[in-house]
C-alpha cells in the first residue's frame, strides 16, 4: 500500500485529498472516482516518510483546502 497526495481542480476550486491504495495508478483512478468532474494530478514532491502505508485499507481524505 502506498500514501501519496492528490491535487483535485474544478474550475476555480482547488484541493489536496491523501489517497492510500494499491499503488499510484490505483490512487489516481480513486481519486478521480470520488472527483468525476474534476482533474487530479500527483503532489509532487512525494514524502518518502509517509509513502508506504502501515495498514492495507484503501482511503481518501482531504488535507488541505486552497482559496
Known sequence: MVRISVQVSSGAARFRVMV???SIERALEIARRHN???ECQV???????AFF???STPR???????A
Open 20 to 22: 492510500q491504495a494499491e
Open 60 to 66: 481518501v481524505k482531504t488535507v488541505e483546502e486552497a
Open 53 to 55: 502505508a502501515s495498514d
Open 36 to 38: 468525476p468532474a474534476a
Open 43 to 49: 503532489s509532487f514532491p512525494i514524502d518518502p516518510e
